[in-house]
Structures are given as structure tokens and as C-alpha cells.
């Protein structure tokens, strides 16, 4: 039953169908992050998704950005840019309620800087303090 596609809810409920899965009851592949309820597999689902569709830079892109000195001139500290390396390198199905809390907060920030004007370089060769902070959000524009 189990295979690339499990109806996790159902396999939550059903004890019958426990024993053919995962030791937990769960397909690896579809399962929501530990302590998640069967209610909040679609949120998790979704906020996997829209994260990955909100950010344009990859784990090494970030990290190469977290070493230029213009990362350091608009964001208040390095928490954005360390939340997201994190989220980046962690597999999916390793999510846990923390990250997908982080992810939405990457994706709100993203789509309202998005909507900001960039003004003037931050400081000769950076870019605005709007790119940077979308930059340090893993977002490149």
C-alpha cells in the first residue's frame, strides 16, 4: 500500500493498515513533520510548497551571499539568513513545526518586500537595502 503514494489520514485512523507501513504507521514521503495531526497534513503539504515556490536562491547561493559583506547592511542580524540555510538543507520529509513556522515567515516577508520600491545602494557596490534583506530572506530579485 505504501509505496511513492499514501493516504496518510487514513493510515493514521486505520490501525489494520499500520502494520504494512513505515514502523510509525506513515509513507516517508507524504507524512507531515512529527506532531503534526492528520488536520494539518494539507497545511504542511502547502507551506512546503509555496515556500519552495516563494525562494530563488539555492543552499549555496545563500551561503556565498552570507559571506559578501553587503549581507550585513540591512537586516537587523543573521537570523533570516541562517533560518533559510537551514530550511534549504533540510529534506522535506525532516520538517518539523518549527520549520514550516520559518518557511511561512520567509514567504510573508519575501511577498511584501517584493512590493517595496528598491531605493538607492545601500553603500558603494551593494545593492539596495531592499535587495539585500529580500537576498538575506533567499530571495534574489
Not at 4 to 28: E, I
Not at 110 to 120: L, Q
Not at 127 to 133: A, L, M
Request: hydrophobic share 25%; with cysteine.
Amino acid at each position: 500500500m505504501c509505496g511513492n503514494v499514501c493516504d496518510w489520514s487514513r493510515a493514521q485512523t486505520d490501525r489494520s493498515m499500520r502494520k504494512a507501513h513505515t514502523p510509525l504507521g506513515l509513507c516517508a514521503k507524504t507524512a507531515p513533520p512529527k506532531g503534526y495531526k492528520s488536520q494539518h497534513r494539507d497545511t504542511f503539504m502547502d507551506t512546503y510548497k509555496r515556500y519552495k515556490k516563494a525562494i530563488n536562491m539555492s543552499y549555496s547561493q545563500l551561503k556565498r551571499w552570507e559571506e559578501n559583506p553587503c549581507s550585513r547592511k540591512a537586516s537587523l542580524n543573521r537570523a533570516p539568513i541562517k533560518r533559510n540555510l537551514r530550511l534549504l538543507s533540510k529534506p522535506r520529509s525532516e520538517w518539523n513545526k518549527r520549520d514550516v513556522r520559518d518557511a511561512n515567515k520567509t514567504i510573508s516577508f519575501i511577498s511584501r518586500m517584493k512590493k517595496v520600491k528598491p531605493g538607492k545602494p545601500a553603500s558603494k557596490g551593494c545593492p539596495s537595502k531592499r535587495d539585500i534583506s529580500l537576498k538575506n530572506w533567499a530571495y534574489s530579485p
